[in-house]
Nanobody, 124 residues
Framework: QVQLVESGGGLVQAGGSLRLSCAAS????????MGWFRQAPGKEREFVAG????????LYADSVKGRFTISRDNAKNTMYLQMNSLKPEDTAVYYC?????????????????WGQGTQVTVSS
């Protein structure tokens, strides 16, 4: 069974950058579309970015478009999220997951095999 582990979170000042990684073990990421979500305290988990299994297509939440870049390296069984121009409102726990059903990218119910999350804190 595939297990996903996120890393790369931390504390950064507004305007700074972080690169998150999502590494898979116990299986291959090939043939799976994938996504990044985030959840701030007291808020619902929200879609951040998604990528098709070939890496050929990506999509982003409006709130991160132009600042975040999702990518993947199937040979390394790893997905990434490059986050630039970070804002305090980006503060959240960031999760990666495999998209296993449906055509809707933004709903968490379309995903499974969630990682444990990595904390991103952006100070003002």
């Amino acid at each position: 069974q595939v297990q996903l582990v996120e890393s790369g979170g931390g504390l950064v000042q507004a305007g700074g950058s972080l690169r998150l990684s999502c590494a898979a073990s116990g299986g291959t990421l090939i043939s799976y579309d994938m996504g990044w979500f985030r959840q701030a305290p007291g808020k619902e988990r929200e879609f951040v970015a998604g990528i098709t299994w070939t890496g050929g297509n990506t999509l982003y939440a409006d709130s991160v478009k132009g600042r975040f870049t999702i990518s993947r390296d199937n040979a390394k069984n790893t997905m990434y999220l490059q986050m630039n121009s970070l804002k305090p409102e980006d503060t959240a726990v960031y999760y990666c997951a495999l998209k296993i059903r449906g055509t809707t990218w933004a709903h968490p119910d379309m995903y499974a095999y969630w990682g444990q999350g990595t904390q991103v804190t952006v100070s003002s």
